[in-house]
């Protein structure tokens, strides 16, 4: 069976994510890295994709999060790798807010 592209998952309430800061959530069996950033939401995977750290240990400037183990860095908007020692980009999830709430595209 495939996945629904058009499944949207409910991850958070926007009301719970601080402003220019990541969350660290698991929305369905996934470790998911959520940002809020300048009035934009942000999802990708929550794991470094050079050193498996979790990215929501990290620090959040703009739209860069620096891994908290050897500080590479990636746009939260896009997933790529911008800082070395990472070249591997990050998975990213579509986002949009209905209703307060965050929701998820994990198959997207």
Same mark, same amino acid.
């Given at each position: 069976?495939?996945?629904?592209?058009?499944?949207? &998952?409910?991850?958070?309430?926007?009301?719970? =994510?601080? $402003?220019?800061?990541?969350? @660290?959530? %698991?929305?369905?069996?996934?470790?998911?890295?959520?940002?809020?950033?300048?009035?934009?939401?942000?999802?990708?995977?929550? &794991?470094?994709?050079?050193?498996?750290?979790? =990215?929501? $240990?990290?620090?959040?400037? @703009?739209? %860069?999060?620096?891994?908290?183990?050897?500080?590479?860095?990636?746009?939260?908007?896009?997933?790529?790798?911008?800082?070395?020692?990472?070249?591997?980009?990050?998975?990213?999830?579509?986002?949009?807010?209905?209703? @307060?709430?965050?929701?998820?595209?994990?198959?997207?």
């Amino acid at each position: 069976m495939s996945a629904n592209p058009d499944a949207w &998952t409910d991850a958070a309430s926007l009301d719970e =994510l601080a $402003d220019d800061d990541v969350t @660290g959530l %698991e929305v369905a069996g996934r470790d998911i890295a959520i940002y809020k950033v300048e009035g934009g939401v942000f999802a990708t995977d929550n &794991t470094c994709t050079h050193g498996q750290a979790r =990215l929501c $240990d990290g620090f959040l400037e @703009g739209h %860069e999060i620096e891994c908290p183990l050897h500080q590479g860095k990636f746009d939260v908007r896009d997933g790529r790798a911008t800082c070395a020692p990472v070249t591997e980009a990050l998975r990213c999830y579509p986002v949009r807010v209905e209703g @307060g709430r965050v929701l998820l595209n994990l198959a997207g």
